[in-house]
């Protein structure tokens, strides 16, 4: 299966549950994606979550910051 944009996007517009996209700032691999992808995620209904200064494996201090991203999404999940 190829996972290219038109796939990805359609897929998030069809999703019936909650979802979540969290990116690096400094990620530049998603350049390749091609244009206002960041953008048209968040269009097509995902919650677009940007950590400043992280790359694409957040890595050094910016695992934490994912960490802790994650931890509060299980938390309002839970909550519903």
Known sequence: MKL???YVLSQVKD???PSYTIMGSADKRYLSVGENWLT???HKGTNLITV???NHFFSS???FDLQDHLVEIIKQLSDK
């Open 4 to 6: 290219d944009r038109s």
């Open 15 to 17: 999703l019936k549950v």
């Open 40 to 42: 048209d995620l968040e």
């Open 52 to 54: 400043d200064g992280a």
């Open 61 to 63: 201090e910016h695992e």
